[in-house]
């Protein structure tokens, strides 16, 4: 497979792909792909924009290099073969159809033994995601690192109510589609629209370490937790912008005040090295709110990022 040389091309002569990737369907030689997701739900009250969010990040990523000393001074992309296999096809607010689509490529991927590395898309684009990992991986555990839990109960009638980003993992729980015993949520805080939100995440059998106490253990200490629980399970890793403080990640579906600056988070996401990473699914970028594309440049960090931690724990040839 001809890799473009991103040390020899300029930067704007790439295409308009993750990081200047071939645009390709053919995994034969890859053991990571990216995938976009330009979806969303429509169901949140004042910020909807999502689905543009594949097409912001790989715009973004021209400013991205692949190398990253002292940390991981090597290039993922040409370690794993990585391709950009496009979008999938979805159909904003049509919830059902783009859910199957979204499980159907994602398993395509995961499938041909490559790992699959997601641009969202709101939040609702994990539930087919984990559909599809839980085929390959019945012992499949959740990393969500997010502002919010998307547990909320969403036991209502109508599709909208049952399936939109509020009630992700609530659907996932019953699903079974993870093992929520050793599947955490980390730095959910802020304000939210009901009470005994984490209660109910809690009792969905999730363990959950909110941004307080993040802060008051210390990275080091969760990260240890969180290796410890994790250690030999297939993983998969929800990365939520929103994470991010709004200070430098703006442009997100539900921006959250007290959260994360850039270089803690990419920290914390360093400190994952060791992980039996499956899939990564990083989401909820939302262009039409952002400012300068510094959202969608942060996400394609933390998506070079997540490459070089496969290289950490996948064969590389």
């Known amino acids: 497979m001809n890799q473009i040389d991103q040390s020899k091309e300029p930067v704007l002569s790439c295409p308009a ?9 053919d995994l034969s030689h890859s053991q990571a792909a990216v995938l976009g997701i330009p979806f969303d739900c429509g169901t949140h009250p004042a910020r909807v924009g999502a689905r543009l969010g594949p097409a912001a990040i790989r715009e973004q990523s021209v400013l991205v290099r692949p190398f990253q000393p002292p940390w991981a001074d090597f290039n993922p992309l040409e370690r794993l073969g990585v391709v950009d296999c496009g979008n999938v096809t979805c159909t904003p607010g049509v919830i059902e159809s783009s859910l199957d689509n979204i499980e159907q490529a994602v398993y395509g991927i995961a499938s041909a033994d490559v790992v699959p590395v997601t641009m969202g898309g709101d939040g609702l684009v994990s539930l087919p995601q984990l559909r599809a990992m839980h085929r390959l991986h019945p012992e499949l555990v959740l990393l ?6 998307d547990t909320y109960p969403g036991d209502g009638q109508e599709i909208h109510e049952r399936y939109n980003t509020a009630t ?25 629209m009901m ?29 240890g937790q969180l290796h410890e629980c994790l250690a030999g399970r297939p993983v998969y890793l929800c990365f ?42 990083v989401n909820t970028v939302s262009p039409p709110h952002d400012v300068g594309g510094m959202t969608a440049f942060l996400a394609a960090t933390v998506m070079i990022q997540c490459l070089a931690l496969l290289c950490c724990t996948h064969a590389v040839s």
């Open 168 to 192: 992700t993992f609530t659907r996932a729980a019953e699903e079974e589609l993870l093992d929520t015993a050793r599947s955490f949520h980390v730095g959910a805080r802020g304000t939210v």
């Open 240 to 281: 939520d912008m929103d994470f991010f403080d709004p200070a430098c990640a703006p442009g997100v579906c539900t921006p959250t005040w007290g959260g994360a600056t850039a270089r803690e988070g990419l920290a914390l996401l360093q400190g994952l090295e060791g992980l039996n990473l499956v899939a990564v699914d």
């Open 17 to 25: 792909s993750f990081m200047g990737l071939p645009f390709s369907s």
């Open 144 to 149: 969500h690192i997010d502002a919010h839990t």
């Open 195 to 223: 009470g005994g939100v984490f209660e109910h995440t809690r009792a969905r059998g999730y363990g959950l370490i909110d941004d307080a106490e993040l802060r008051r253990r210390g990275t080091a200490d969760v990260l």
